[in-house]
């Protein structure tokens, strides 16, 4: 079946520092991924969409300058957090399309990255 | 897309069968129901969808009202790694290309 990664599982680092998050799909070509943000207890918010080879398109209230997404290839879309803060820890999940699926499932998911700014 | 609503929680003993139920009753005539569960701190893992017969793979089962305004997802022997949230999603063909949307769902909590 389709798999979806992501690197980190999970990462520490400090305050105002940036840390970049990959999504990868490993056997299949994506032309759309998603990225997700999900804080402890609650469901998962869509933060973008990122098209390959175009801007991302960002959900209301989501700092496009803060959370920068470039998907540069078929099979890799990356997140940046920009000079992180504590606010920002949370579990960052991506998912993608099979661009030859034209039903079903349509998205997979990445295993998640755990981020704790500290 | 249509609006479900879904327990907040269920509990299941384990070996019993779990039903998690979702009202969909404002569901369009194309939209296809599609359950969703994310175990803790994993991804969210696909289990099975529908129109409106019912469906049935290896992981559950699929019922869908006749008025396809209801479903109900069961699990026919839940064991404890099924303790999960399930999440019941409805949507059309013609959103493929967009990102599924989650509600709040149910957790379902299996205990020995």
């Known amino acids: 079946g389709a798999v979806v990664s992501q690197h980190p599982s999970w990462v520490i680092c400090k305050s105002g520092t940036s840390v970049k998050i990959e999504c990868r799909s490993l056997?299949?070509?994506?032309?759309?991924m998603f990225w997700y943000r999900q804080f402890p207890k609650q469901s998962l918010m869509l933060m973008a969409t990122s098209n390959e080879g175009s801007k991302a398109t960002y959900e209301q209230g989501v700092e496009k300058d803060k959370f920068l997404i470039n998907h540069a290839s078929l099979t890799l879309s990356t997140l940046t957090v920009t000079s992180a803060h504590p606010e920002d820890s949370s579990f960052y999940i991506c998912s993608a399309r099979d661009h030859r699926d034209s039903g079903s499932y349509e998205q997979y998911f990445g295993p998640g990255t755990r981020l704790t700014v500290t | 897309d249509a609006k479900t609503t879904q327990p907040t929680s269920m509990d299941c003993a384990e070996g019993r069968a779990a039903n998690l139920p979702c009202n969909h009753s404002t569901i369009s005539g194309n939209e296809y129901v599609y359950w969703y569960r994310q175990i803790h701190s994993q991804g969210p893992q696909y289990i099975i969808h529908?129109?409106?017969n019912n469906e049935t793979n290896e992981m559950a089962s699929l019922i869908i009202t006749e008025d396809r305004k209801s479903s109900t997802l069961i699990l026919p022997h839940a064991t404890l790694r099924d303790t999960a949230v399930y999440y019941c999603?409805?949507?059309?063909?013609?959103?493929?290309?967009?990102?599924?949307?989650f509600g709040k769902g149910t957790t379902l909590s299996v205990s020995s």
């Open positions: 056997d299949f070509q994506a032309t759309t």
């Open positions: 999603i409805v949507r059309s063909p013609n959103q493929a290309g967009t990102a599924l949307i």
């Open positions: 529908g129109l409106k």
